[in-house]
């Protein structure tokens, strides 16, 4: 679950258009031919970059799970002739915030640094992407460390159940393993295997950066020849089939013994480039992503104090679409609670929503973008997902225009093709009272 | 109060649900380890454009203007947590601050938050010991509405029976999810019930469940009536607004509201500690073990001067980063740990508190980390620390000030934090000095101060149910080699 709801954070940068900083916003293409997004802001002296790759850990080899994540923490364990603790000491001496993170379908890199440092800072992370030693010593160490956190998630009930519902939903897709690995997959991992990784995925053709900060256009052109322009052309492959979720609702049991069951459901949602997701995602505001303001918050939580939260959004991986969502609630309502969501679902799929609803879902999904470039790290990372998700850099000029153009009709009409109360899938982990399933649980490592 | 006891409306953005999210360096395996993801951060940092003004009825106001977006943040602080609730009553502030977004007359039938979400905003709330805090991010232009909005329930609360009842049933499940389902949450109440013997840190701020279930809509329109007032909250813009524009809208919002008698609060003070208290917690659906102490130490506001600044300096030379001593030394050099942990909280009324975490590797022994520690720290008092230690120590947390900056609501919270504890505007800004002029021996004294033993402490170790110290090595899952066959 972890992934699939990092994905719908990510994919909502994408979504949360803006009417931000389009003004300061440039593209800027390096003497080299090397692209990058960059909104220049000298109120701090900082830079923030962020750099991604289109290909994640999907792509991880049969019986060697676990490879990008594992990869993503040993990038900064030691590059070109600094071993670990050099590369380490550098970044803590020069205040560099550096990391890595493997998502399903992209492997992103964040880094920020102080104006002053800002040359050794590029230095640093084009010696991680291009020369990264995998010594014996940090890949023990990393891997003990992936080993504790799989540990630690084999223990939590929301990873356990987030994992089972991938199960559920995506089986038999890369999507559906684990992402981490498992001790056997990460003990099939060589040094060898990690720096084939890095040769294969940090190809330009798969690059996108974005860059926000105390740096001019001139200046960034400069930097980023130096720092990636000695990066493959080409990456490897990223094709994968597409998946989607089996049409069978019902519901999934998974019997442990807690106070709160987990409850995770949902069907097939919609992709990115389906010209009905604004519809879409402003429904989904209204059912349940809105947060304190959703249908499903009102009933569940406010007027029947059945649960503490209760979300739902849009999954949209490159190559599967699930709508879903999750709460928690005691043993003895699971069932009076499953039963509300799946009436509300039915409602707004026979009325959909009203018009007040949609124009206050507008101005939410409108209103709230801003926020998302508070701060250079945000913006960085805002601007990558717009990127990443194939967008336009225009399109953060368009976007309220794209939710603003949905009428009442669309919504409904789109309401009828998106909610099914038929088709949803429920994830039970606990001990419910007065539920039977009737779908096969999935098996949990 | 630490950051483990910091209750949020709900904390259950996305990524909190599902924890792992966002690595920084593998920040999943921060989850490990309380206290571990504010480690290196600064309790505060320096230079915000911050300007101050109190109004007539004693609402102190704090200005710190960014205009890198068209956003505001508004957070306000309340002098009320949950060790001012009266005996019996614990939880009650934090169910107190889910409750404020139940209705006014002029915002009806928990209309609050749709308000604002439908404003293109965000807002939430959070309790700990000490304050209750909150706050909505939003566009410049709806900040007069906003601050209308926190204005009229400072002073307009209306509660049906109907509303309360429910909303109980959401604490309690709120319980349910951080403390009682999981076991790293029971231990952390256990061992904060613990470190205080009789001061009121003891109780939970979400409060034991028994007493929840006693919670009436009396109790929290009591608890209201006493500390609600504008004499006792801190307010906080922060964002692409000026100090003028505050201070009119201001004027025209909080500024109608009177003042009000507040009690002065009374709390109760530790004995001395006698004894180092150790508690276990072993359950059935823990599979890595983790390794913490927490030791009762001074608040920022304590005596002598500088000794908090020298416990931050401290905190970072143990267990800032992939540098810093402790990780050096347990899990790069002698593997006994995957990651560790040091954080000072010194931002607390009565009592800070020092804290050190670790995990052993999977399977891996607790005894021995601890006997590690334990040598790691009688090395500490006798030796101290380096000069370069120190100097690459104080770098980083000065270059953490900067860095500070670059957010809406990060600096609001530091600043009205600081405030509502008793700190003033000038201690947050000269937080970058007081760093930079700690000395090797001052942070060797107040490592003496804190951690020397019999120093008041105690400490927690998680474990799994049937494992005793024995490694247990993964076969094919993660739980597939351990004993009783327990399903993960």
Known sequence: MNRSFATIAFAA??????????????????????????????????????????????????????????????????????????????????????????????????????????????????????????????????????????????????????????????????????????????????????????????????????????????????????????????????????????????????????????????????????????????????????????????????????????????????????????????????????????????RMRDAGPTASELADAKTHLIGEYPLRFDSTRKAADSLLGIELAGLPMDYVDKRAGHFDAVTLADAKRVAKRLYDAQALRFLVLGRPAGVAGDLVSPPID | ?????????????????????????????????????????????????????????????VVIENHRSPVVAQMIFYRAGGADAPAGKSGIAHFLEHLMFKGTPSVPDGDFSRRISRLGGADNAYTTQDYTAFYQTIARQHLATIMQMEADRMTHLILRDSEVLSERDVIIEERRQRVDDDPAGRLDEMMQATLFVNHPYRLPVLGWEHEMHGLERADALAFYRRWYAPNNAVLVIAGDATAAEVKALAANSYGLIAARPVPPRQRLREPPAYAQRRLILRDPSVQQATWQRIYLAPTERDKPAGQSAALDVLAEILAGGPTSRLYRHLVVEQRLAVDVSASYDGLALDYGQFTLSAAPPFGGDTDKVERAIDDEISILLTKGVSESELSDAKARLAAAAVKARDSLRGPAEIVGTNLVIGNSLADIQTWPERIAVVGADDVQRAAFAVLRPPASSVTGILLPEHVDGIAAQPAEGPGAGLPGGATP
């Open chain 1, 13 to 346: 940068l994408a979504w949360l258009g803006l009417c931000a900083p389009a003004a300061a916003m440039e593209r800027v293409i390096s003497p080299g031919g090397i692209e990058a997004w960059l909104i220049e802001d000298h109120s701090n002296p900082l830079i923030s970059l962020a750099i991604g790759f289109h290909g994640g850990s999907a792509l991880d080899p049969v019986g060697k799970e676990g490879l990008a994540y594992l990869a993503s923490g040993l990038l900064d364990e030691g590059a070109g002739n600094l071993d670990s603790a050099a590369f380490q000491a550098k970044l803590a001496d020069l205040a560099i915030d550096f990391n890595f993170e493997a998502d399903d379908d992209s492997f992103v890199g964040r880094m920020r640094t102080l104006t002053g440092h800002r040359d050794e800072a590029f230095d640093l992370l084009h010696l991680a992407l291009t020369r990264p030693r995998i010594d014996a010593a940090p890949l023990d160490r990393v891997r003990n460390q992936v080993l504790s956190i799989i540990a630690a998630e084999a223990g939590d009930p929301g990873s356990i159940a987030g994992q089972a519902w991938l199960r559920l939903m995506l089986d038999g897709h890369p999507y559906s393993r684990p992402l981490k690995g498992d001790a056997k997959t990460l003990a099939a991992i060589t040094a060898r295997d990690l720096r084939e990784f890095a040769a294969k995925r940090f190809g330009r053709d798969q690059m996108r950066i974005a860059v926000v900060g105390d740096i001019s256009a001139a200046e960034l052109g400069l930097l980023l020849d130096r720092s990636f322009r000695d990066l493959p052309a080409k990456a490897a492959s990223i094709a994968l089939p597409e998946v989607g979720p089996p049409a069978k609702g019902g519901i999934a049991v998974i019997a442990r013994d807690l106070d709160q069951s987990i409850v995770l459901f949902g069907h097939a949602g919609i992709k990115r480039d389906d010209p009905d997701f604004y519809a879409a995602a402003l429904l989904d505001d209204i059912e349940g992503g809105g947060n304190f303001a959703s249908r499903l918050q009102r009933s569940l939580r406010e007027k029947r104090g059945l649960v503490y939260s209760i979300d739902t959004g849009l999954v949209m991986l490159d190559h599967a679409a699930l709508l879903s969502g999750r709460f928690g609630t005691k043993n003895a309502s699971v069932a009076q609670a499953i039963q509300l969501v799946r009436a509300d679902w039915q």
């Open chain 2, 1 to 61: 109060m630490a950051q483990s006891s910091e209750i949020c409306l709900v904390c259950l953005t996305m990524s909190h649900v599902n924890r792992p999210g966002w690595p920084r360096r593998f920040a999943a395996l921060a989850l490990l380890l309380v206290g571990a993801s504010i480690a290196a951060a600064p309790a505060r940092a320096e230079l915000f454009a911050a300007e101050s003004f109190t109004l007539a009825n004693g609402l102190q106001v």
